[in-house]
Nanobody, 125 residues
Framework: QLQLVESGGGLVQPGGSLRLSCSAS????????IGWFRQAPGKEREGVSC????????KYADSVKGRFTTSRDNAKNTVYLQMNSLKPEDTAIYYC??????????????????WGQGTQVTVSS
């Protein structure tokens, strides 16, 4: 069974940091673009970042540029989202998603077809 599992969410004060992990079971992430998405209460899902299967191409939403960094360790079959300088407006459920792509690039507009269950991130004092 193909499965993605996010972890690392929690409660953090404004200005703090968290690192989210996205681990895969049942398939190898090497051939997949990984996207990070978030959804806040009452809002539509928003693309946050993505990383190509080789790890050398990344994209970020304007709202997180300069604060969030995505990386991957294919040997560990895991992708990370490092979130620094967190703001209350970053509060949301964060999801990772995978899309099998031959090309070594990433975009948040792909029809990602494997999704994790999400992890809650709350930024509050």
């Amino acid at each position: 069974q193909l499965q993605l599992v996010e972890s690392g969410g929690g409660l953090v004060q404004p200005g703090g940091s968290l690192r989210l992990s996205c681990s895969a079971s049942g398939f190898i992430l090497d051939n997949y673009v990984i996207g990070w998405f978030r959804q806040a209460p009452g809002k539509e899902r928003e693309g946050v970042s993505c990383i190509s299967k080789g790890g050398d191409s990344t994209k970020y939403a304007d709202s997180v540029k300069g604060r969030f960094t995505t990386s991957r360790d294919n040997a560990k079959n895991t992708v990370y989202l490092q979130m620094n300088s967190l703001k209350p407006e970053d509060t949301a459920i964060y999801y990772c998603a995978a899309y099998r792509l031959v090309l070594n690039l990433c975009t948040l507009t792909l029809a990602y077809n494997y999704w994790g269950q999400g992890t809650q991130v709350t930024v509050s004092s």
